[in-house]
């Protein structure tokens, strides 16, 4: 008989290997239903690019779960940075399939911020998020995009596994925000980190450096010009993930980590850059 082995559990969701198949519930709550099911058929429709999902979603005891082949995580010793920016563009470059849902970004963010409570850092990232467009905090529609393209949607590293447990390809997991939309938004994660002092200058310029060799649309072609398409994303990410570690360190009843004190300070710098004239 094979054992189940946990592998996540946290913000409301439950990942359970047993031997080479993985079990994924969602967060309870979310909206997932028809729209999230054509998610997954796109994935599964790309199986060069993402750890197929083993058939459409199923409904256990009133959660949504999703079964996948497993797959080796990323090593954070040795972070593919390459191969990520080369896998990203890939994406981008695929058609966008029919019917294909817009993708959830905006709203995860205002969604971390309404789960904020009280207190001086919560307020400076309710500050930071308060300076970013009406459209990413839920107060206008998203506005048209020209080159829209399909996007993962809550890309980072740990978004990628490679194929089995040995040194097959490396592929996306995680499509519940799988959709259209300008692309910039897949690198808004890292940019933010980066930007924040979090992720090494060398690490970012070697994703950013492969996501352009191989063709990727998000940025310009040009060193340095990605900020002109970067800052608001990786502004609104920078919130996103401030609001999110607040909230896990309510949670534990425990102390901000120094990474944690950057993304508020980092808040405080946003907040004041908009209230500049």
């Known amino acids: 008989m094979v054992s189940a082995q946990v592998i996540y559990d946290r913000n409301g969701v439950l990942v359970v290997r047993a031997g080479d198949v993985v079990a994924k519930a969602h967060r309870p709550g979310r909206a997932l239903g028809p729209e ?15 750890n197929t999902p083993l058939g459409p979603p199923l409904s256990v005891e ?9 797959g080796t995580p990323v090593d954070p010793h040795d972070p593919p940075w390459e191969d990520a920016g080369r896998l990203l563009a890939a994406l981008h470059a695929v058609p966008v399939p029919a019917d294909t849902p817009s993708f959830g970004r905006p709203a995860r963010v205002a969604r971390a911020v ?4 009280d207190g001086e850092a919560a307020d400076a990232v309710r500050r930071a998020f308060a300076s970013l467009p009406a459209w990413v905090r839920g107060d206008a529609p998203v506005p048209d995009v020209t080159d829209e393209r399909l996007l993962h949607g809550d890309f980072h590293l740990g978004q990628l596994v490679r194929a089995g447990e040995g040194d097959g390809a490396w592929r996306f997991i995680d499509v519940e ?10 690198l808004a994660r890292l940019a933010a980190l980066y930007a924040t002092g979090i992720l090494a200058p060398d690490a970012w310029g070697r ?13 310009p072609p040009d060193e340095g010009s990605e900020w002109t398409v970067l800052d608001m994303p990786s502004r609104a990410l920078v919130v996103q993930i401030a609001a999110t570690s607040l909230r896990l360190v309510a949670e534990q009843g425990r102390d901000l980590a ?9 808040c405080v710098r946003i907040a004041e850059l908009s209230a500049l004239p």
């Open 36 to 50: 999230f099911a054509r998610r997954v058929e796109i994935a599964a429709s790309l199986p060069e690019l993402f």
């Open 62 to 70: 009133g959660r949504t779960v999703t079964l996948e082949r497993y």
């Open 114 to 117: 309404s789960r904020l409570e």
């Open 177 to 186: 925000d799988v959709g259209r939309g300008d692309p910039v938004w897949d």
């Open 207 to 219: 994703f950013l450096h492969a996501y352009r060799d191989a063709g990727g649309v998000a940025v």
């Open 258 to 266: 120094p990474e944690e004190t950057g993304l508020v300070g980092a």
